[in-house]
């Protein structure tokens, strides 16, 4: 069964203070993970897309890495408008269509 | 630029009441997707249409649930005799292309209560 684990379930940092956020995966054949951030009372907001392992990509203050079996979402220096869910997804289906499988999420607060 | 959007943003049902959730995806986007998501928890997929196809239904979690797209474009998702366990957000997302392989669009959610 496809399955998305994501760890720790909620993470406080103190401005500046860098960290990691971690996404573990079984699926077969993955087709692509993906990272969303959600604010509350909000829809989740797209922020990467990683297709193979050793795949990296960044924006801003994060930056997404992927192995075989996870992925990372590393947040450097972090600012209080970081605050939010981060919602970590894999795409899986049969049938030529991606629904996303996602986790729980990590809930980060970014304090001043 | 419109983005998807849903509506109502929240509904307060009594047990026993059917309730329509829609949504209205990006202009021209061909896949369009259902999740339900509880408090605490990720989304949870429901249903996906290409066009006006429903092609996959085997989230939705009780003939209770039914969703439509009948001209490829606004959808509706229907809950009849809603239950309290029906209670949480219900997302939309649109994709451009077919079967929702590149970035998925979400909605703001419909917050659907049932007391």
């Known amino acids: 069964e496809d399955q998305v684990t994501q760890s720790p379930e909620a993470l406080r940092l103190q401005e500046g203070e860098s960290s990691s956020l971690n996404c573990s995966y079984t699926?077969?054949?993955?087709?692509?993970l993906f990272w969303y951030r959600q604010d509350p009372g909000k829809g989740p907001e797209f922020l990467f897309t990683l297709y193979s392992a050793g795949e990296e990509k960044e924006k801003e203050r994060l930056k997404a890495t992927l192995t075989k079996k996870e992925s990372f979402l590393h947040i450097t220096a972090p600012k209080p408008e970081d605050s939010a869910t981060y919602l970590c997804a894999v795409q899986a289906g049969a049938g030529g269509y991606n629904k996303l499988i996602f986790g729980a999420g990590t809930r980060l607060a970014v304090h001043p | 630029g419109a983005g998807v959007s849903q509506s109502p943003r929240y509904k307060v049902a009594k047990r026993g009441q059917d309730v329509a959730l829609r949504c209205d995806p990006i202009s021209g986007h061909v896949s369009l997707f259902w999740y339900q998501q509880a408090l605490g928890q990720g989304p949870e997929f429901l249903t996906y249409f290409q066009n006006e196809a429903q092609l996959d239904k085997s989230g939705l979690p009780s003939d209770r649930f039914f969703a439509e797209r009948p001209e490829g474009s606004v959808s509706t998702l229907k809950i009849q005799r809603t239950q309290q366990e029906d209670s949480a957000v219900y997302l939309c997302a649109s994709s451009l292309d077919w079967g929702g392989g590149n970035e998925q669009f979400f909605g703001p959610g419909t917050r659907l209560t049932v007391l």
């Open positions: 699926v077969s054949g993955l087709r692509g």
